[in-house]
């Protein structure tokens, strides 16, 4: 007999019949008479209970029926008589098909902190909040390629290899097949890089906007979807050395357009994980409601996660510039009291704590700040007439800060080699980026937005650690 998820027995379709139950042990408690055993199999946040009547099941034949063990159930499904759950299985057979010793399994009834999870992140799955959290992820990557298809983009898959520094991002990860204690050396004493295994020095990807140009100059509209390196050290909740970035690449596109196109995705794909996975996010919002609790009234979210998301799906970003940026910041009570720890001036980078006064005090929805002066953003973002900005865009996001980081690109290819040049680029180096100016070149742009943080800001969690299966961080690459 086939056995049935527990998600599709949870909807009472097979009521009456005879089913087979396949999963993992949460919780056993019982009397003299019966006993329950509630199962989970990942399908969904709900447990399904088990009934065992202790006349055909002895504690003898139950013993290894303990939290963690896998177990395969056969039993009628009934209507259920308990409240708490609409069906439930009357056992008549239960097969142990994996124990889990009840004295060394990490995984007890109690509630566990979540940086204990952590560190039994190859468990954690089995835990309501992780199992929540990673079908939200499982369900907000389905939506990435579901908008792009249904848009006509063409998913590209862009090299992890690569010997060019999309943008001076971050440090970079370098990929090597030398033996580290003997590293050939040239005469001047410095690593000879032609005897290495690509003949020159290569890294892990930091973002793969610009081979995404290349495949755009084709196709006109693409995206991809990988994971991306980044050695900073920033030990932060929104930074991992390794992480998952959606970049789309279109050819024809200008700055506003880019910005409507990357509202229109965000939208989409928390409207699809809200409908898809309403118990999850219902779930993970009682979750942060309790956290809350514990917290300072003033420290305390204003909406509830479904509110907040509903209210984000609903709503218009709002749009400023760079410059307006700056002018809020400077009129603000936070400055004016000396509340902000970095200072505010026009050329400085944003630092966090001014995105989010922008976001979460200021305009209180999704922000998208453009026009950054040319200072402070990669070269290849297209420089405006006034000299001193680029168009250039940011999305902060309530909670989170920078979401997506996007540009029209620039197509001029004298202005693009004069950018090169002052930051120190070869013209040789990027030659085949070049080409794409030379040969058929037109205006385009496009955006990244980092997955983890997107996760985030669905499920609530306040630590990127806690939305990658396992992450890598500084200092951490276990399991
Ligand atoms: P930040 O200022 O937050 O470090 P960034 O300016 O370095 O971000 P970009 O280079 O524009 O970010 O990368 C595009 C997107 O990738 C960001 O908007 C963010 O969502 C995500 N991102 C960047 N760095 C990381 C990281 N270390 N871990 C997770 N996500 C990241
Ligand atoms: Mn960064």
Redesign the pocket.
Known sequence: MQRTKVKDLLTGAEVGKEVVLKGWVRTKRGNKFVNFIAVNDGSTIHNLQVVADAAKFSDEALKDVTTGAAVAITGELVASQGKGQAFEVVANTIEVLGKADPETYPLQKKAHSLEFLREIAHLRFRTNTFGAVFRVRNTLAFAVHKFFNEKGFVYMHTPIITASDA?G??EMFHVTNFNLDKLPRTEDGKINYEEDFFGKATNLT??GQLEGELAAMAFSDIYTFGP?F?A?N?NTA????E?W?IEPEMAFHDLKMNADLAEEFIKYIIRYALEHNREDIEFLGQRLAEEDKAKPQNERQEMTLLEKLEFVVGSNFERVTYTEAIEILLASPAYKKKKFQYDVSWGIDLQ?EHERYLVEKHFKKPVIVTDYPKDIKAFYMRLNDDGKTVAAM??LAPGI??????SQREERIDILVERMKSVGIEEEELWWYLDTRRFGGCPHAG????????VQFVTGMGN?RDVIPFPRTPKNAEF
């Open positions: 943008e991002a971050g930091v973002s991306t980044r900073e920033s929104r930074h991992l050395a992480f970035m966090s940011d999305i800060g920078e979401i997506v980081g996007g955006f990244g937005l980092g997955f983890e943080r997107m990127i």
